[in-house]
T-cell receptor
Framework: DTGVSQNPRHKITKRGQNVTFRCDPI?????LYWYRQTLGQGPEFLTY????????KSRLLSDRFSAERPKGSFSTLEIQRTEQGDSAMYLC???????????FGSGTRLTVV | QQQVKQSPQSLIVQKGGISIINCAYE??????FPWYQQFPGKGPALLIA?????SEKKEGRFTISFNKSAKQFSLHIMDSQPGDSATYFC????????????FGSGTRLSIRP
């Protein structure tokens, strides 16, 4: 499979719990992006990695959110002390470099109850 | 601040008709304008993209028209088919920077048989 893989596909959690999502990009892509998409809206940028370096973070990414990309391969996005407003689709995308568009994964749908 | 404005929010077109979705951008530093197609439960998929040095790009039934002076661009879907029913997002980015893509709010397109 040469696509972007995200796990889990769905996550239901209670408010206040911590959750972690995983993204496996296309192997030769050195750029990895996290976006959040709420119902009826376009994806909103959260953060960006080039290899293992996190180069940009959106102001949307509060201190409860943290992302890592150890060794420049897979990435994880953790949300601590989840709130109902965190309910959304979390999308991961990767690209080879600036000359190419993104390839998105199918996303992780988070529901906070 | 909405950097990419998209309209209409929803669109219904008869099979065989032309679907037209419009976008406007504010940042003149943008130099890459992709369109993404998203089906329910899936991540967005790159459909077609244009750079501002050309006024039109065509790929099959999909055409982007670009007006640099007006800071507007549009997607035309010719001979629209029921399988084209999806949500479409225009987007923009600065390829010289981190290539963070800014998305519009989306257009839900329904093609009636």
């Amino acid at each position: 499979d040469t696509g972007v893989s995200q796990n889990p596909r769905h996550k239901i959690t209670k408010r206040g719990q911590n959750v972690t999502f995983r993204c496996d990009p296309i192997s030769e892509h050195n750029r990895l992006y996290w976006y959040r998409q709420t119902l009826g809206q376009g994806p909103e940028f959260l953060t960006y990695f080039q290899n293992e370096a996190q180069l940009e973070k959106s102001r949307l990414l509060s201190d409860r959110f943290s992302a890592e990309r150890p060794k420049g391969s897979f990435s994880t996005l953790e949300i601590q002390r989840t709130e109902q407003g965190d309910s959304a689709m979390y999308l991961c995308a990767s690209s080879r470099d600036a000359s190419y568009g993104y390839t998105f994964g199918s996303g992780t749908r988070l529901t906070v109850v | 601040q909405q950097q990419v404005k998209q309209s209409p929010q929803s669109l219904i077109v008869q099979k065989g008709g032309i679907s037209i979705i419009n976008c406007a951008y504010e940042n003149t530093a943008f130099d890459y304008f992709p369109w993404y197609q998203q089906f329910p439960g899936k991540g967005p998929a790159l459909l077609i993209a244009i750079r501002p040095d050309v006024s039109e790009k065509k790929e099959g039934r999909f055409t982007i028209s670009f007006n640099k002076s007006a800071k507007q661009f549009s997607l035309h879907i010719m001979d629209s088919q029921p399988g084209d029913s999806a949500t479409y997002f225009c987007a923009a980015s600065r390829r010289s920077s981190a290539s963070k893509i800014i998305f519009g709010s989306g257009t839900r397109l329904s093609i009636r048989p």
